[in-house]
């Protein structure tokens, strides 16, 4: 049995200048937005062109995620400590007892190879708050797809982008929507709208404010009584 506070152990003051980050100007931005758009529209798996997209396209649903933190006694928290999800940080949490949140997302991450460093650096916001912010949106992306039980295939991404959507009001996530739904087959089209928009619109609804919600400190909590106290309801089963 592990008795740390892992919210203590995970939290980190950090800069968010990993990357320098590049001040635009408007017809710049524009330019940054029409070209990742596209781009990520060619290539879904870009990740730095759907980070770029989400960002020149994404400040006025940022600001308004930033103030709702703002508000929020957990978001405060959040804002104050900086919380990173990286290696670093998470590497423990593999020890945890297998129902808890913190193994679940351990094996979601191990079982795809996945590393949390993987994401790229935020580039395009004008203040340290929006890059934060931006970073932890990014970051957290993989806590989510642990807590619905959405896999990371075409279905499951753009399941969960509708979600995101719900939450963040982001452009770029409609984007990934309207883009991933487009090369679905007849098959996979069908049984998105039949089963996983439906869900996903429902789900994104009833949840909490998960950008609110600081994982880190209930990595050693049950899975399931996380879920039901954040309002998640698990993707179907099909």
Known sequence: MINHSYGEIFTVHSTMVEGARVRLRGWQQAAVALGSSVGALLDPRRADLIAAFGET??????????????????????????????????????????????????????SRNFSPDDRPPVRFME?????????????????????????TNLIGESALKVIEFEQMLLP?????????????????????????????????????DLMCVYYEKHFNEDLEEVRKRWGIIPAPSI
């Not at 945890?96 to 679940?104: Q, Y």
């Not at 739904?181 to 996979?188: E, G, I, L, N, P």
Request: with cysteine.
């Open 127 to 151: 203040t340290d708050e929006l890059a934060y912010v931006a970073m932890r949106a990014r970051e957290v992306h993989d806590f989510w797809h642990t807590l619905f039980g959405l896999p």
């Open 172 to 208: 770029m996530c409609f984007l990934s929507v309207v883009g991933g739904t487009a090369r679905f087959s007849d098959k996979q089209r069908s049984l998105f709208y039949r089963h996983y928009f439906p869900w996903a619109v429902r789900a994104g609804l009833k949840s909490t």
């Open 57 to 110: 396209t994404g400040k006025p649903a940022f600001e308004r995620v930033l103030e709702r933190m703002k508000r929020n006694p957990q978001g405060r928290k959040i804002l104050l400590d900086r919380p990173r999800v990286i290696s670093k940080n998470v590497g423990q949490i593999q020890d945890l007892p297998e129902n808890t949140f913190g193994a679940a997302y351990a094996k979601f991450m191990g």
